[in-house]
């Protein structure tokens, strides 16, 4: 899996957009870009995916750069709800084995505030 | 609530003493995986078993062993315990098609080692 870097943390302000960060330029053609976050300790909770096209969810925003180098999450309308850990994760799954473990980094924490 | 469920949700149990972790996938999902999340490892993959069989493993300690059964759930065996296996164990699942696969994480199972 290719190593995302993501900043430690970020504030937002609620009913703003939360635009969070990733970097993962040793991602390979085959790997998606999987985003998850975990409120406090919860089970991860699964966001939004995608290999090099923008993609949209009720979630969330994807958008991945030309180059697939970078990405950012965009929540839209942050809540204090999204307050969490954000994951960005770099994957791939071969096709028709299912082999496809989630490396999770340090992630960053997001903080939206009243 | 993602479909996954997993039992205990606490456990408090003493050194060398040996524990059993049980986890219900999602209905369909042939795919699971077993993660730990201790405090200063992070998130970490543990072990995959899709539909029975063993599927890859990770950093998983020769005294920590997993099945899964016909009925496609799941049992993390955790003996020998030590003051540092105290953590957070989450269970995840997946449909096992080997595409775009989507994880969907449980509550977790929360071990203290006294």
């Known amino acids: 899996d290719a190593k995302t870097t993501q900043p430690t943390s970020m504030d937002c302000a609620e009913g703003r957009a939360a635009n969070l960060p990733c970097n993962h330029s040793t991602i390979s053609g085959n790997e998606y870009v999987y985003w998850y976050r975990q409120i406090h300790s919860q089970g991860p909770q699964y966001i939004i995916h995608g290999l090099k096209n923008n993609e949209t969810n009720e979630m969330a925003s994807l958008i991945i750069t030309e180059d697939r180098k970078s990405s950012t999450l965009i929540l839209p309308h942050a809540t204090l709800r999204d307050t969490a850990v954000y994951y960005c994760?770099?994957?791939?799954?071969?096709?028709?084995?299912?082999?496809?473990?989630?490396?999770f980094g340090q992630g960053t924490i997001l903080t939206v505030h009243p | 609530d993602s479909g996954v469920t997993q039992t205990p949700k606490h456990l408090i149990t003493a050194t060398g003493q040996r524990v059993t972790l049980r986890c219900s996938p999602r209905?369909?999902?042939?795919?699971v995986y077993w993660y730990q999340q201790s405090l200063d490892q992070g998130l970490q993959f543990l072990i995959q078993?899709?539909?029975?069989?063993?599927?890859a493993k990770g950093n998983i300690l020769e005294r920590f062993s997993a099945q899964q059964f016909p009925d496609l759930h799941s049992e993390l065996n955790l003996s020998s315990l030590e003051l540092g296996d105290s953590a957070l164990y989450f269970c995840?699942?997946?449909?096992?098609?080997?595409?775009?696969?989507?994880?969907?994480f449980g509550p977790g199972t929360r071990l203290l080692v006294l």
């Open positions: 209905s369909g999902d042939l795919s």
């Open positions: 994760i770099a994957t791939y799954y071969a096709g028709g084995t299912s082999y496809g473990k989630l490396t």
């Open positions: 995840a699942s997946s449909r096992g098609t080997g595409h775009q696969e989507t994880q969907y």
């Open positions: 078993y899709y539909n029975g069989e063993e599927r």
